[in-house]
């Protein structure tokens, strides 16, 4: 199977199925791009804060104790305080239902962020998807909302630990 597949073999199976060679020049200084070498639980942390980033009203309102509770328990505290406080403008995006897993939630942030571009090689979309969870990839594609780049700029200050992909 899979697993003992010789290692060169699998990365030619994920080149193929995904027509990314490798990480251009101009791809690879982008802190989007250098997201791709995170643990599946850092990158599952980053792509549900975008998630919430672009719901920062709909979290604002929010009063239900054991939801933001779940929340915090996802994302940490600080990112929580961070989204819930920040200035928002536009139309309110609300929040997935209450049934949604961490995986949509997830998925969400990845959609959100292919949505609005951020990766100039879109063969770094798919890579990064071999790291989501099951059914994450799945989540239905979402309208660009142009938030992801004020959420690259804050990611480094929210989340300390991604020193080792944000320099």
Known sequence: GWERAPTQRRLRVIQAWSGWSGV??????????RLVVLAPELLAKVLMSRALFSRALALRRCIERERLTWFEQQVGPAVLEHI??????????????????????????????????????????????LGLPLGAAQVARVSADSHSDAFLQVLPTLLPELSCVCG
């Open 24 to 33: 251009p020049v101009s791809a690879s200084g982008s802190l989007a791009s």
């Open 84 to 129: 819930r406080h920040r200035a928002v403008g536009g139309l309110p995006v609300p929040l997935l239902p209450h049934d949604a897993d961490q995986a949509t939630w997830i998925g969400d942030g990845w959609r959100r962020l292919e949505a609005d571009g951020v990766w100039p090689d879109p063969g770094v979309a798919k890579v990064l998807a």
